[in-house]
């Protein structure tokens, strides 16, 4: 059945000019329709425009149409959560109070927390429970609007156990309402048994893991944490050249903690995006400019560790195509809020209420290589619509640290309300 949302006081269609990454001025360009209505037909979007404009062109569809009245509300397209290490076993709250007490980061993964921690954790979780945390932070998710997610794989760091969190994720998207678009980062971290051995564990990567990856179709992208004391950038360059030759896209962790040239390494190896960020180099910031790199940048990390945050306005004025998300993993941001992790990114980098409206859209949807199906409200592209409580797009950052959302609908089919 047809659906008809509609006079919203805003509909923000995200519109721009084409289906990739927007840069600089462009990422100001939210395509506001006042008094808008969205013409909705099966799993895709028909029409957007004035309610008497669609009444014109459409008069049967709409005779037939369900109705939902957004009067008063602001009409956006689903957000895309473009980072996540989605399944995962356990919880680290115990570490967030070490840290609170003084202990870093890096300090508690090098004494067999961290990352290590999680692994254990995933390892000995079964399929089952896994799939049933993760059912139910993806609709966590949905409740806050977020209609397609990323998923990094990582915290397995042997085959058994990567291929458990993929499948997870496979299944997943069989079986939950939110898309999800799955990484393979089984270069996290070096699992504990190789500790010693780094590239002996690089090896296995390479040639056990990223051709059954590949193989069974498990993962698009690939991902390495490339960091001080984790992968260097040799190592971090073979595996993404590797991952290449199986038709995986690279993706790489860079410049978080410590400047690495993990910036200037994305923009050589045509990584679609470099992600984190925090501290990258001027270089690095041009590099990726020239070739075009998406920045996903995700601010509840360098909340959550109470690191400097990355240079977002600088990466935006320069011409860097910047994406936001919410990292969301038990370690260094356990949030599910992408409204609040757009809200950090205005106060804290600097970017506008309608680049970071961009940010968790249309650039979220390039850097998953999704920019032709969402992100954007556009006749033909997947009907994935969100209904807000409030009166205009300003509003959404202004009432910080709230859930807006009034209604979801995802593939043209309404679920949350
Ligand atoms: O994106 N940097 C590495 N990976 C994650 C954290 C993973 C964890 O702490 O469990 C991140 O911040
Ligand atoms: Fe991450």
Redesign the pocket.
């Known amino acids: 059945m047809p659906t008809l949302i509609k006079n919203a006081n805003e509909v923000i269609t995200l519109k721009g000019n084409g289906q990739g990454p927007r840069t600089k001025e462009a990422m100001k360009e939210i395509g506001i329709i006042e008094n808008g209505s969205v013409l909705v037909n099966q799993d895709r979007i028909v029409a957007i425009g004035t309610l008497e404009e669609l009444q014109k062109e459409y008069p049967e569809l709409i005779a037939d149409s369900e109705v939902i009245d957004a009067t008063g509300k602001v009409v956006m397209p689903g957000l895309v959560d473009c ?1 996540t ?1 989605l399944v ?1 076993g356990g919880t ?1 709250e115990n570490e967030f109070n070490m840290r609170l007490n003084g202990s870093t ?1 890096m300090e508690i ?1 090098n004494a067999g927390g ?2 290590h921690s ?1 692994t254990r954790s995933t390892r000995q979780a079964s399929f089952e429970e896994l799939y049933e945390k993760t059912y139910n932070h993806l609709n966590e998710f949905l409740k806050y609007g977020i209609t397609t997610v990323e998923a990094k794989s ?2 397995g760091l042997d085959w058994e156990n990567e291929k458990k969190q993929l499948e997870v994720a496979k299944k997943l998207q069989e079986t939950h309402a939110v898309d999800i678009v799955s990484t393979f980062m089984g270069a ?1 971290a070096v699992p504990a048994e190789y500790k010693g051995r780094e590239d002996e564990f690089v090896e296995i990567v390479i040639n056990e893991m990223l051709p059954k990856v590949a193989e069974e179709q498990l993962a698009e992208f690939n991902d390495v ?1 490339c ?1 001080k004391g984790v992968f260097t950038p040799e190592q971090s360059r073979r595996i993404l050249e590797a991952g290449k030759q199986y038709g995986l896209t690279p993706k790489i ?1 860079a410049d ?1 903690i410590e400047p690495y040239e993990g910036a200037e390494m994305a923009a050589e190896v045509g990584a679609i995006s470099a ?2 960020l925090l501290v990258a180099s001027d270089e690095g910031i041009q590099r990726m400019a020239e070739a075009g790199t998406i920045a996903v940048l ?1 601010p509840g ?1 360098a909340f959550f560790l109470r690191a400097p945050f990355a240079r977002g306005r600088l990466m935006v004025d320069e011409g860097v195509p910047v994406a936001i998300s919410t ?1 969301f ?5 356990p949030t599910i809020s992408l409204p609040f992790i757009m809200n950090l990114a205005c106060m804290n980098m600097g970017l506008t209420l309608e680049e970071v409206l961009t940010a968790t859209t249309m650039n979220a949807a390039c850097a998953i290589n999704r920019g032709d199906q969402i992100g954007s409200l556009e006749e033909g592209k997947k009907a994935d619509i969100l209904v807000l409580n409030v009166a205009n797009y300003k509003q959404l950052q202004y009432y910080y640290g709230m859930n807006h959302t009034h209604l979801v609908m995802k593939n043209g089919r309404v679920v949350v309300k």
């Open positions: 980072h290490h995962h680290r980061y993964m961290g990352i999680t990582g915290y996290h944490f960091e962790h978080e992600e984190h995700l990390t990292d993993n038990p370690g260094s941001s």
